[in-house]
């Protein structure tokens, strides 16, 4: 017995095969960013029972960065995991510690003196990096919108 394979189907699995190497290359494939300019980038971090403000810093790789920790309550600390730079600033007082992002990834900011009861919970975040991850959900939603648009058209077709 010999299978026929018909043109539709042909025609269905190209597209399905074209669509999941689109869906690949937008998830695998470098994509062509410039990097900007490593900069000096500064900032105050106000800390108070039991929270960061602001809680998330964005830099990009290679910049020079400095951190302001202003205490507002009692005695805080600001340790950079990853890093291994840390400062401690005295209530209405404030101190600076300054180094360069030279690691990609996500870091947490953790208060490194005990402050309180919820001590353990006072942490905050440094994203050193691009966000490319946005620009890569950006295609893929573009992608499934069109995938999504000619499979309701060729259904509507079929009709």
């Known amino acids: 017995m010999v299978h026929q394979i018909y043109p539709e189907k042909?025609?269905?699995?190209l597209l399905?095969?074209?669509?999941?190497?689109?869906?690949?290359?937008m998830i695998l494939v470098p994509l062509p960013i410039s990097h900007p300019p490593s900069q000096h980038r500064n900032f105050v971090i106000e800390a108070r029972q039991?929270?960061?403000?602001?809680?998330?810093?964005?830099?990009?790789?290679g910049?020079?960065?400095?951190?302001?920790?202003?205490?507002?309550?009692?005695?805080?600390?600001?340790?950079v995991d990853g890093?291994?730079?840390s400062v401690k600033a005295d209530p209405g007082q404030s101190?600076?510690?300054?180094?360069?992002?030279?690691?990609?990834?996500?870091?947490?900011?953790?208060?490194?003196?005990a402050c309180g009861a919820m001590h353990p919970f006072m942490i905050g975040k440094l994203e050193v990096g691009f966000h490319?991850?946005?620009?890569r959900s950006i295609?893929?939603?573009m992608l499934m919108t069109g995938g999504i648009y000619f499979n309701v058209r060729k259904n509507n077709k079929q009709a």
């Open 139 to 141: 295609g893929l939603a």
């Open 132 to 135: 490319e991850w946005l620009f």
């Open 63 to 79: 910049d020079t960065v400095t951190i302001k920790l202003v205490s507002s309550d009692v005695v805080h600390g600001l340790y």
């Open 16 to 25: 399905l095969t074209l669509f999941v190497v689109a869906v690949l290359m």
């Open 50 to 61: 039991f929270a960061y403000f602001p809680a998330v810093l964005w830099v990009n790789p």
């Open 95 to 113: 101190k600076s510690l300054t180094f360069v992002a030279d690691k990609s990834g996500s870091f947490r900011l953790r208060c490194n003196v």
């Open 83 to 85: 890093y291994s730079v």
């Open 10 to 13: 042909i025609k269905s699995i």
